[in-house]
T-cell receptor
Framework: NAGVTQTPKFRVLKTGQSMTLLCAQD?????MYWYRQDPGMGLRLIHY???????AKGEVPDGYNVSRLKKQNFLLGLESAAPSQTSVYFC????????????FGEGSRLTVL | AQSVTQLGSHVSVSEGALVLLRCNYS??????LFWYVQYPNQGLQLLLK??????LVKGINGFEAEFKKSETSFHLTKPSAHMSDAAEYFC????????????FGKGNQVVVIP
């Protein structure tokens, strides 16, 4: 039972570098999300997708891009990393309307120096 | 837009004592409400959810929550805290008009004192 898998789990970047976080789910879920978690801030939605080939902005989308070329994968990209993007990133997925239960990955801890 | 408020970022409770975490919501339509738990270095797991059926909802690990429309609240309780309850707890709300988007509270870090 893999569920939601995030790679990598840890990464250290220098300011200005780029990277991509990969989220893969094996539950055939339509909806996928990227959140960031910062101390005292809870979870804030970065981008989300309601199906293959679709993406939409969440609360804090600036500095991030996403793609959902395959239903099972949701990629989060940082084109030019900034120290303010130091955070723990969580991917989540859900079956669809009215279920409410999100299934989360274990998180990716990103540090930008 | 819907939102939830959780007061008190850190909550200390003695082992065996009542656990009470408060959550108040704001929503223009009947909400769906959730409590999630996050253990150290892990993702979030669903603890329980309210989806307009019974107002008293029972979840895993002995937790329960009561939906009170008049108070716009969905407080989480457990009669007797266990050391294993030490974790961060998040309340969340959705009206499901926004593509299954959940709005999370800022969380309560629960510390259990032996």
């Amino acid at each position: 039972n893999a569920g939601v898998t995030q790679t990598p789990k840890f990464r250290v970047l220098k300011t200005g570098q780029s990277m991509t976080l990969l989220c893969a789910q094996d539950m055939n879920h339509e909806y996928m999300y990227w959140y960031r978690q910062d101390p005292g801030m809870g979870l804030r939605l970065i981008h989300y997708s309601v199906g293959e080939g679709t993406t939409a902005k969440g609360e804090v989308p600036d500095g991030y891009n996403v793609s959902r070329l395959k239903k099972q994968n949701f990629l989060l990209g940082l084109e030019s990393a900034a120290p303010s993007q130091t955070s723990v990133y969580f991917c989540a997925s859900t079956q669809g309307a009215r279920t409410g239960e999100l299934f989360f990955g274990e998180g990716s801890r990103l540090t930008v120096l | 837009a819907q939102s939830v408020t959780q007061l008190g970022s850190h909550v200390s409770v003695s082992e065996g004592a009542l656990v009470l975490l408060r959550c108040n919501y704001s929503s223009s339509v009947p909400p769906y409400l959730f409590w999630y738990v996050q253990y150290p270095n892990q993702g979030l797991q669903l603890l329980l959810k309210y989806t307009s059926a019974a107002t008293l909802v029972k979840g895993i690990n002995g937790f329960e929550a009561e939906f009170k429309k008049s108070e716009t609240s969905f407080h989480l309780t457990k009669p007797s805290a266990h050391m294993s309850d030490a974790a961060e707890y998040f309340c969340a709300v959705s009206d499901f008009r926004g593509n299954n988007r959940l709005a999370f509270g800022k969380g309560n870090q629960v510390v259990v004192i032996p």
